[in-house]
């Protein structure tokens, strides 16, 4: 196991040249303090945990050192926010320290909330202690729920103020991923014309995150196909886990098809397939419904910038990059439908099953049954005896209007054959008991401003095993509180 400075850095992202990023350093923090590290991300890199509690990993983590052979920098990039094009943006309060080798290869090392660069467009380059417990949190809890997400190794936090709507205790994240290139740094050289650039930027994707495309005989279409088929199945694993990201914006996307930039999310509690969880987003455009739809949007986005890499006519150019495109619905609904028979306890397929699962979800929305609660309780039902009905009928208003389900269900588990308990074993790994509701990251996080950070702890060591029964944790997979409804998130959360 290693430390820190064990890790043999280096900066691959810049190799690209100083059109794709500004030289950066962080800006010093005073005193700051550790306020929790993740082991599931550490061991990704090897890092010795013992190693976490010196002060010398809690100076770089939270930018006040530097590795010697790091090379920090401030990436560039555009975006389309909420529809509309921004020409330019980039990282305003993130700095790529470098990249480390580890498990699976090599993972970069950003600090979020690490002082000002010259894309913070007059920002104060800093991040608040609440958005950052929800980001290191978020970002395992997602991890450990199978769903392709950026990593946070740790969080710091200092005395420095910061302010947003009021004055807030300031901290940084160390977030980690293969590569934060994102849907919106290629559209900064495309709307520019630099094509070159763009051509640049694919060709070290594919060599550095896609080699298995290098063989192709059409690489620059093969990344599209890629990127197309990764967003796809992470949107797919969203829906399926009640997860709505809040701000998808295409300089949000990545390339990789990871879930990135943690800020206005929020889990389903009700089921409400409108839901919106940023109360920025007054149209909403991110609605829970509306994030398939707006995944293609973003990728058509991605799909422009490569326009003049995928044929010199180019109307053939854009023909094949409508072919992938059209692939996209096909892509996301292989995904969902075999994550809803899986939900259900499904060992086979039928044509029924997706209409029997779309039932429910009605019946859900129509007595404000609880997303989590329902599908995790439902692994209680038997095929040939109602013992475990009462327990999870409780979760719906008027349980008797679901009878008629029920016996739609058990007929086509008895037409399979289904054992229960096998069949339990299997739901409870797919659905499940502990998710990071907005209620729970709120009280973490009134703990944290009074200098507690005992809960911040707790939740992450609990989403580690999010499917674990933790008997002692039970309260954690309750209801939310009535208070709960009163959160409200935007993009400064």
């Not at 820190?4 to 500004?22: E, S, V």
């Not at 990249?99 to 993972?107: F, I, L, S």
């Not at 990871?258 to 409400?272: A, H, R, S, V």
């Not at 096998?422 to 703990?447: H, S, T, V």
Request: charged content about 20%; some cysteine; aromatic content about 10%.
């Amino acid at each position: 196991m290693k430390t820190l400075n064990d890790l043999n850095w280096r900066n691959g992202f810049a190799q690209l040249g100083d059109d794709f990023y500004a030289k950066q350093k962080p800006t010093p923090v005073n005193n700051p303090y550790l306020i929790s590290v993740s082991p599931a991300a550490a061991d990704l890199i090897e890092l010795d945990l013992a190693s976490t509690a010196s002060a010398d990993f809690i100076e770089t983590v939270s930018g006040n050192r530097i590795p010697p052979e790091a090379q920090p920098l401030a990436q560039i990039y555009a975006g389309h926010q909420f529809g509309h094009f921004v020409p330019q943006l980039g990282d305003g309060r993130a700095i790529l320290l470098g990249d480390v080798e580890g498990k699976n290869g090599r993972w970069e090392l950003q600090l979020k909330g690490a002082g000002p660069t010259p894309f913070s467009r007059n920002a104060d380059g800093r991040a608040v202690l609440r958005s950052s417990i929800r980001e290191y949190l978020c970002s395992e809890a997602m991890a450990a729920l199978g769903i392709a997400t950026t990593r946070a190794l740790a969080i710091t936090g200092t005395p420095d103020e910061v302010y947003r709507e009021q004055i807030e205790s300031g901290s940084t994240v160390m977030r980690m991923a293969p590569t934060f290139i994102r849907f919106g740094t290629f559209e900064l050289f495309y709307y520019r014309g630099q094509y070159d650039q763009v051509q640049q930027l694919a060709d070290y994707l594919i060599e550095q995150h896609y080699p298995e495309l290098q063989q192709e005989a059409e690489p620059y279409l093969a990344l599209l196909k890629a990127v197309n088929q990764r967003t796809a199945k992470m949107i797919a694993q969203w829906q399926l886990v009640g997860f709505a990201h809040g701000v998808m914006n295409s300089d949000n996307m990545s390339v990789l098809g990871l879930t990135i930039d943690y800020g206005p999310f929020g889990f389903l509690d009700q089921y409400d397939p409108h839901f919106i969880c940023n109360h920025s987003d007054h149209s909403g455009r991110y609605a829970f419904d509306q994030q398939p739809q707006i995944g293609l949007w973003n990728v058509s986005c991605f799909a422009q910038t490569l326009l003049p890499l995928l044929d010199e006519d180019p109307e053939t150019s854009a023909e094949k990059a409508q072919k992938v495109l059209q692939q996209y619905q096909g892509h996301h609904l292989t995904f969902y439908h075999q994550g809803l028979r899986q939900k259900l306890g499904l060992q086979t397929e039928q044509k029924e099953d997706i209409e029997l699962a779309q039932a429910l979800l009605g019946l859900m929305q129509l007595q404000g049954a609880d997303h989590t609660l329902v599908f995790r309780t439902l692994s209680q039902i038997k095929v040939s005896d109602k013992s475990g009905d009462e327990g999870w009928l409780t979760h719906f208003k008027e349980p008797e209007k679901l009878q008629p389900w029920l016996e739609s269900y058990r007929a086509r588990l008895h037409a399979e054959e289904s054992k229960d308990d096998e069949r339990q074993q299997q739901m409870n790994k797919i659905n499940p008991k502990y998710i990071l509701r907005n209620y729970l990251a709120q009280n973490a996080i009134a703990k944290a401003q009074k200098k507690d950070y005992s809960e911040v702890e707790k939740l992450l060591k609990l989403l580690q095993q999010p499917f674990d029964e933790q008997p002692e944790m039970e309260a954690y997979a309750a209801k939310p509180p009535e208070w709960a409804a009163e959160i409200s998130v935007s993009c400064s959360s």
